[in-house]
C-alpha cells in the first residue's frame, strides 16, 4: 500500500532529500510542436549506479518517424561525477509562446515566434542530491534545449569540463561535415559529403575527427537535419565527435571548445545556463535557411537606438590588391579616396578599408600609411562611411582606449580579423567588443571567426560574420568553386550571416582559371555572381573587385540595387553541393538569385512568391555561350505575376539573378 500522506509528511520533514524520491515522475517528459510535426521526449532509463534514479535521455520523432533515438544528456563538473546519469524527474512546466519581434538586419525584418516549451526540474535520488534543470522549445521547423544548473549548495562553483549531449541519429545519415583540425582556427573549410558512419573510430577516417557547427544531414525516409547552437554568452562552442568504436556506428557526441585551461571549459556562477542545442528539422533543406529559431533562441536587444544601424553594401581594396586608377597596386590615402569615389558614384554606403593602414600593435595610434580621418572627411562630403581593418589581439588589448577613438574621428565600423577562438574566453570577446563598440556607435564584421549563434539580436551592430570559405581562396588556389558555393547556403548560412565577399567579374572556366593576386579570377560565370547578392546573408555585404572591373558593365546594375537586409525570405529549390534558388523581398521589390554546380542546369521558376499585381522582371542570366565565356550575361526585361514561370538553362559554373519591381 501506499504510505498516508501523513507518513509521506513525516517522512519529509525529517528526511528531506527524500522530496525528489517520492515525487518523482516516471512517464516521460513530452514536448510537440505546434503543428505536431516534431515531437521530443525526455525520461531516465535504468542506471546500474542506482535504482532510485536513472540516466536522462531525449528521443525525438518528425512525421511519426524516428530521427534522434534515445540520446544521453549530462555534463561533467570537475571533481564530481556526471550531472545527469543518476537523476529522476521531478517537475514539468510547461508553457507556450506566439508573439512577434523585430530584427534590425538579416533574412526577415519581422519574425514569427511561436514555439512549445517544457522545464523540466530534475534531482539525484542519492547524496549529494544534485539539481538539474531542462529548458526545452518545440518550434515547426526545430527543436531546441538547453542545461540549467540552479543555485544549490552541492555545488559550490561551477566549473565544467566536458558536457556529454548525443544526438543518436536513426540511421546512417548523410552528412555535410565541416571538419576542422583542432579548436583554435578559422572555420574556413570545405563541407565534406560523407555517411555519419565514417567518422566512426572502427573505419572510415583515422582518430576521432572534429566536426565545426553547424552539421548538415539527411536522414534518408525521415528528413532533413542540422545541429547548431544559439546564445553562447557565458559559455563555450560546441564541437561533434562520432565516438563510436563499432562498425556502422553513426551517432555524434558534444565537446565543448577547452580553455588556457585545458582541464576545465567553462566557469561561472550559478544558476548557470548552457547554450541552446538546437535541432533544424524540415522535409527539405532549405525550410532550415528559412528559419529565424537562432535568432529567436537569444535575448532581445540591448541597444536602445538602433537608428544609427544600417546594413549596406561597401567598396573594397584587398581582394583586388588594393589596384589605384592607374591600374598599380598602391596602398595609399590616394587610393582609398579612388574606392570612395567609386562607391559614391555607385549608391553604396560604405567603404572598408583593409589590414595595413594602422601602426602594428597600437591602433590608437595615426601614422600609418593610410590617413583613416581624412578619409573620413572625403567620404563625409560624398555620403559614404568608413569601415576600419583591425586585429583580434590589438582589440582585445585597446578596445577600451580604440573605440572612443575611432568614434571621434568618424568611423562606421570595424572589420575585426583573426580572433580564431571560441572557447569561454573567445566567446566572451565576441560580446564585449560588440558591446563598447555600440557604446560608441561603430557596427562590427568579425572575421577569422567563430560562426554566429545569433548575437545580431542582442547587438544588431554586429553586422557580419566569416568563418567561411570564401572568395579570397580565388587568390592562392581552386578551393572557392561552384560545388563548394551551392553547398554552404545549406550548411555554413545556417547559422546566420556569412561574409563570403561575392562580385568577382574576371570570370573563367574551370580550365582557364589560374590563382593570382593582384587582379584575381574566379571561377564560374558573371551571372553566377551576381545570384550571390540574393543568395548569401551579409548585412555588410562586399562589393570585392576594382571599381575598373565594373566600369561601363550593365550587369553591375544588378548589384548597385541589391539590398544587404531583407523582409522575408523564401527558397523556392535546390539540393547541397547542386544548385540552389531563392527569393528575397525587401519592400514591395523582389530579388531572386539561382546558382548551380559544374552541371548545366535547366530550371522553371514559379514566380507564386510575388505579391499581388503585375512586375516587370530584370532578368541576368547565363548567355547561350556562357559556359566558353563565363563574362557573358544575357539581359533583358519582360513583364510577370505571380501566375507566371520563368524558365532558366545555366551554364556549367552558371546562375542568374532577377529583380522584380512592382508596376505602377
Same mark, same amino acid.
Given at each position: 500500500?501506499?504510505?498516508?500522506?501523513?507518513?509521506?509528511?513525516?517522512?519529509?520533514?525529517?528526511?528531506?532529500?527524500?522530496?525528489?524520491?517520492?515525487? =518523482?515522475?516516471?512517464?516521460?517528459?513530452?514536448?510537440?510542436?505546434?503543428?505536431?510535426?516534431? =515531437?521530443?521526449?525526455?525520461?531516465?532509463?535504468?542506471?546500474?549506479?542506482?535504482?532510485?534514479?536513472?540516466?536522462?535521455?531525449?528521443?525525438?520523432?518528425?512525421?511519426?518517424?524516428?530521427?534522434?533515438?534515445?540520446?544521453?544528456?549530462?555534463?561533467?563538473?570537475?571533481?564530481?561525477?556526471?550531472?545527469?546519469?543518476?537523476?529522476?524527474?521531478?517537475?514539468? +512546466?510547461?508553457?507556450?509562446?506566439?508573439?512577434?519581434?523585430?530584427?534590425?538586419?538579416?533574412?526577415?525584418? +519581422?519574425?514569427?515566434?511561436?514555439?512549445?516549451?517544457?522545464?523540466?526540474?530534475?534531482?539525484?535520488?542519492?547524496?549529494?542530491?544534485?539539481?538539474?534543470?531542462?529548458?526545452?522549445?518545440?518550434?515547426?521547423?526545430?527543436?531546441?534545449?538547453?542545461?540549467?544548473?540552479?543555485?544549490?549548495?552541492?555545488?559550490?562553483?561551477?566549473?565544467?569540463?566536458?558536457?556529454?549531449?548525443?544526438?543518436?541519429?536513426?540511421? $546512417?545519415?548523410?552528412?555535410?561535415?565541416?571538419?576542422?583540425?583542432?579548436?583554435?582556427?578559422?572555420?574556413?573549410?570545405?563541407?565534406?559529403?560523407?555517411?555519419?558512419?565514417?567518422?566512426?573510430?572502427?573505419?572510415?577516417?583515422?582518430?576521432?575527427?572534429?566536426?565545426?557547427?553547424?552539421?548538415?544531414?539527411?536522414?534518408?525516409?525521415?528528413?532533413?537535419?542540422?545541429?547548431?547552437?544559439?546564445?553562447?554568452?557565458?559559455?563555450?562552442?560546441?564541437?561533434?565527435?562520432?565516438?563510436?568504436?563499432?562498425?556502422?556506428?553513426?551517432?555524434?557526441?558534444?565537446?565543448?571548445?577547452?580553455?588556457?585551461?585545458?582541464?576545465?571549459?567553462?566557469?561561472?556562477?550559478?544558476?548557470? $545556463?548552457?547554450?541552446?542545442?538546437?535541432?533544424?528539422?524540415?522535409?527539405?533543406?532549405?525550410?532550415?535557411?528559412?528559419?529565424?529559431?537562432?535568432?529567436?533562441?537569444?535575448?532581445?536587444?540591448?541597444?536602445?537606438?538602433?537608428?544609427?544601424?544600417?546594413?549596406?553594401?561597401?567598396?573594397?581594396?584587398?581582394?583586388?590588391?588594393?589596384?589605384?586608377?592607374?591600374?598599380?597596386?598602391?596602398?595609399?590615402?590616394?587610393?582609398?579616396?579612388?574606392?570612395?569615389?567609386?562607391?559614391?558614384?555607385?549608391?553604396?554606403?560604405?567603404?572598408?578599408?583593409?589590414?595595413?593602414?594602422?601602426?602594428?600593435?597600437?591602433?590608437?595610434?595615426?601614422?600609418?600609411?593610410?590617413?583613416?580621418?581624412?578619409?573620413?572627411?572625403?567620404?563625409?562630403?560624398?555620403?559614404?562611411?568608413?569601415?576600419?581593418?583591425?586585429?583580434?589581439?590589438?582589440?582585445?588589448?585597446?578596445?577600451?582606449?580604440?573605440?572612443?577613438?575611432?568614434?571621434?574621428?568618424?568611423? /562606421?565600423?570595424?572589420?575585426?580579423?583573426?580572433?580564431?577562438?571560441?572557447?569561454?574566453?573567445?566567446?566572451?570577446?565576441?560580446?564585449?567588443? =560588440?558591446?563598447?563598440?555600440?557604446?560608441?556607435?561603430?557596427?562590427?564584421?568579425?572575421?577569422?571567426?567563430?560562426?554566429?549563434?545569433?548575437?545580431?539580436?542582442?547587438?544588431?551592430?554586429?553586422?557580419?560574420?566569416?568563418?567561411?570559405?570564401?572568395?579570397?581562396?580565388?587568390?592562392?588556389?581552386?578551393?572557392?568553386?561552384?560545388?563548394?558555393?551551392?553547398?554552404?547556403?545549406?550548411?555554413?548560412?545556417?547559422?546566420?550571416?556569412?561574409?563570403?565577399?561575392?562580385?568577382?567579374?574576371?570570370?573563367?572556366?574551370?580550365?582557364?582559371?589560374?590563382?593570382?593576386?593582384?587582379?584575381?579570377?574566379?571561377?564560374?560565370?558573371?551571372?553566377?555572381?551576381?545570384?550571390?547578392? /540574393?543568395?548569401?546573408?551579409?548585412?555588410?555585404?562586399?562589393?570585392?573587385?576594382?571599381?575598373?572591373?565594373?566600369?561601363?558593365?550593365?550587369?553591375?546594375?544588378?548589384?548597385?540595387?541589391?539590398?544587404?537586409?531583407? $523582409?522575408?525570405?523564401?527558397?523556392?529549390?535546390?539540393?547541397?553541393?547542386?544548385?540552389?534558388?531563392?527569393?528575397?523581398?525587401?519592400? $514591395?521589390?523582389?530579388?531572386?538569385?539561382?546558382?548551380?554546380?559544374?552541371?548545366?542546369?535547366?530550371?522553371?521558376?514559379?514566380?507564386?512568391?510575388?505579391?499581388?499585381?503585375?512586375?516587370?522582371?530584370?532578368?541576368? =542570366?547565363?548567355?547561350?555561350?556562357?559556359?566558353?565565356?563565363?563574362?557573358?550575361?544575357?539581359?533583358?526585361?519582360?513583364?510577370?505575376?505571380?501566375?507566371?514561370?520563368?524558365?532558366?538553362?545555366?551554364?556549367?559554373?552558371?546562375?542568374? /539573378?532577377?529583380?522584380?519591381?512592382?508596376?505602377?
Amino acid at each position: 500500500m501506499p504510505p498516508s500522506f501523513a507518513k509521506v509528511a513525516t517522512l519529509l520533514t525529517t528526511f528531506p532529500f527524500l522530496t525528489p524520491i517520492l515525487f =518523482a515522475q516516471t512517464a516521460p517528459a513530452i514536448l510537440k510542436s505546434p503543428d505536431g510535426r516534431i =515531437a521530443a521526449a525526455f525520461e531516465t532509463v535504468e542506471n546500474k549506479q542506482s535504482s532510485a534514479s536513472g540516466q536522462l535521455v531525449y528521443s525525438i520523432t518528425f512525421d511519426g518517424k524516428p530521427l534522434i533515438e534515445r540520446s544521453n544528456l549530462s555534463l561533467t563538473l570537475q571533481g564530481q561525477r556526471p550531472l545527469g546519469a543518476a537523476v529522476r524527474i521531478v517537475s514539468q +512546466t510547461p508553457s507556450q509562446n506566439d508573439s512577434t519581434y523585430r530584427l534590425v538586419t538579416g533574412k526577415a525584418s +519581422t519574425v514569427r515566434d511561436h514555439y512549445n516549451a517544457l522545464r523540466i526540474d530534475l534531482a539525484e535520488g542519492s547524496f549529494p542530491h544534485r539539481k538539474l534543470a531542462i529548458e526545452a522549445r518545440a518550434y515547426d521547423d526545430g527543436f531546441a534545449f538547453r542545461y540549467v544548473v540552479p543555485d544549490q549548495s552541492p555545488i559550490r562553483e561551477f566549473r565544467e569540463t566536458q558536457e556529454a549531449t548525443e544526438f543518436r541519429i536513426s540511421k $546512417d545519415a548523410i552528412t555535410y561535415a565541416l571538419v576542422l583540425p583542432h579548436y583554435r582556427t578559422m572555420y574556413e573549410s570545405e563541407y565534406i559529403k560523407l555517411n555519419a558512419s565514417a567518422f566512426a573510430n572502427a573505419n572510415g577516417l583515422s582518430g576521432k575527427v572534429l566536426i565545426g557547427l553547424p552539421l548538415l544531414m539527411q536522414v534518408p525516409g525521415v528528413g532533413w537535419l542540422a545541429i547548431t547552437e544559439a546564445n553562447l554568452r557565458g559559455n563555450s562552442s560546441m564541437y561533434l565527435v562520432n565516438p563510436s568504436a563499432e562498425w556502422g556506428g553513426h551517432g555524434f557526441e558534444s565537446r565543448l571548445a577547452p580553455g588556457d585551461d585545458p582541464e576545465v571549459a567553462v566557469t561561472g556562477t550559478l544558476p548557470h $545556463d548552457s547554450a541552446w542545442r538546437v535541432l533544424l528539422i524540415g522535409e527539405e533543406p532549405g525550410r532550415l535557411i528559412e528559419s529565424n529559431i537562432i535568432t529567436s533562441l537569444n535575448p532581445e536587444s540591448e541597444i536602445k537606438d538602433t537608428t544609427w544601424i544600417h546594413a549596406g553594401l561597401t567598396a573594397w581594396d584587398w581582394w583586388s590588391g588594393s589596384i589605384g586608377s592607374d591600374g598599380k597596386p598602391a596602398f595609399t590615402t590616394a587610393t582609398m579616396k579612388y574606392y570612395v569615389d567609386f562607391a559614391a558614384k555607385s549608391g553604396f554606403p560604405y567603404m572598408l578599408v583593409d589590414a595595413g593602414w594602422s601602426v602594428p600593435y597600437d591602433i590608437t595610434k595615426m601614422n600609418g600609411k593610410v590617413d583613416i580621418p581624412e578619409l573620413v572627411r572625403y567620404a563625409a562630403a560624398k555620403n559614404v562611411k568608413i569601415w576600419i581593418w583591425l586585429a583580434y589581439r590589438d582589440v582585445d588589448r585597446q578596445m577600451a582606449e580604440a573605440f572612443p577613438l575611432y568614434e571621434k574621428w568618424g568611423v /562606421a565600423g570595424l572589420k575585426i580579423d583573426f580572433v580564431e577562438r571560441d572557447d569561454q574566453r573567445g566567446i566572451d570577446f565576441y560580446y564585449r567588443a =560588440a558591446e563598447q563598440a555600440a557604446q560608441h556607435h561603430l557596427m562590427v564584421d568579425f572575421h577569422g571567426a567563430t560562426k554566429p549563434s545569433g548575437i545580431s539580436r542582442t547587438f544588431p551592430n554586429v553586422l557580419g560574420y566569416e568563418a567561411v570559405l570564401g572568395m579570397e581562396q580565388s587568390r592562392a588556389g581552386g578551393r572557392d568553386n561552384p560545388g563548394h558555393r551551392v553547398t554552404i547556403p545549406f550548411t555554413r548560412m545556417l547559422a546566420g550571416r556569412m561574409d563570403y565577399t561575392p562580385g568577382g567579374f574576371d570570370n573563367v572556366t574551370e580550365a582557364d582559371f589560374v590563382a593570382r593576386a593582384p587582379h584575381p579570377m574566379v571561377m564560374g560565370t558573371r551571372a553566377a555572381q551576381l545570384a550571390m547578392y /540574393a543568395i548569401y546573408e551579409a548585412p555588410f555585404q562586399m562589393v570585392s573587385d576594382t571599381p575598373k572591373a565594373y566600369a561601363d558593365q550593365p550587369a553591375f546594375d544588378f548589384i548597385k540595387h541589391a539590398p544587404a537586409t531583407w $523582409d522575408e525570405t523564401r527558397v523556392l529549390n535546390g539540393s547541397p553541393g547542386e544548385f540552389i534558388t531563392m527569393a528575397r523581398r525587401k519592400g $514591395d521589390e523582389w530579388f531572386l538569385g539561382s546558382m548551380t554546380n559544374w552541371s548545366e542546369r535547366q530550371l522553371d521558376v514559379p514566380l507564386t512568391f510575388l505579391g499581388a499585381g503585375r512586375y516587370t522582371a530584370e532578368i541576368y =542570366a547565363d548567355a547561350p555561350d556562357a559556359g566558353q565565356y563565363p563574362k557573358s550575361v544575357r539581359i533583358h526585361t519582360q513583364t510577370v505575376d505571380r501566375n507566371s514561370k520563368l524558365n532558366f538553362k545555366m551554364a556549367p559554373g552558371g546562375g542568374f /539573378a532577377v529583380r522584380f519591381v512592382p508596376v505602377k
